[in-house]
C-alpha cells in the first residue's frame, strides 16, 4: 500500500513556475515508477511526465517538454514535478501516480496505475 499527497499547487501568471511535491508513504517507494498526470475540467486525465525507479528514465508529454522536469528522492519518498514558462493550458489538477509494473517505460495510461494521490490544483492566468 503505498499513500501519495501532493503539494504546491496555486495561481500563478503566465509565465511563471511552480513546484509540485508528492510525498509518498511506505518502504518500497525505489519499487514504484512515479508519474505526473493531469485533468483539466472536461478533458481526459493525461499523463505529463514519468520516472523511472531510479530517476535515470524520464518521459515528458510533447505539451510540457523543455518546461517542466520531473525528479524523485528515494532517500526522501519524493517526487518533485518542476514547471516553468506555465501557459494557461497548462491549467489542471496535478496527480502524482504510482506503477508497479515492470513492462516497457513509460507508461502512460491512467489505467496502469496502481495508486493515485488526491490532486493538487494549478490556475494559470492569462
Known amino acids: 500500500q503505498v499513500v501519495l499527497v501532493e503539494s504546491g499547487g496555486g495561481l500563478v501568471q503566465a509565465g511563471g513556475s511552480l513546484r509540485l511535491s508528492c510525498a509518498a508513504s511506505g518502504h518500497t517507494f525505489s519499487s514504484y515508477r512515479m508519474a505526473w498526470f493531469r485533468q483539466a475540467p472536461g478533458k481526459e486525465r493525461e499523463i505529463v511526465a514519468a520516472?523511472?525507479?531510479?530517476?535515470?528514465?524520464?518521459y515528458y508529454a510533447d505539451s510540457v517538454k523543455g518546461r517542466f522536469t520531473i525528479s524523485r528522492d528515494n532517500n526522501k519518498n519524493t517526487v518533485n514535478l518542476q514547471m516553468t514558462t506555465l501557459k494557461p493550458e497548462d491549467t489542471a489538477v496535478y496527480y502524482c501516480?504510482?506503477?508497479?509494473?515492470?513492462?516497457?517505460?513509460?507508461?502512460?495510461?491512467?489505467?496502469?496505475?496502481?495508486?493515485w494521490g488526491q490532486g493538487t490544483e494549478v490556475t494559470v492566468s492569462s
Open positions: 501516480a504510482a506503477t508497479s509494473g515492470s513492462g516497457l517505460f513509460p507508461s502512460v495510461t491512467p489505467k496502469r496505475y496502481d495508486y
Open positions: 520516472i523511472g525507479w531510479s530517476g535515470g528514465k524520464t
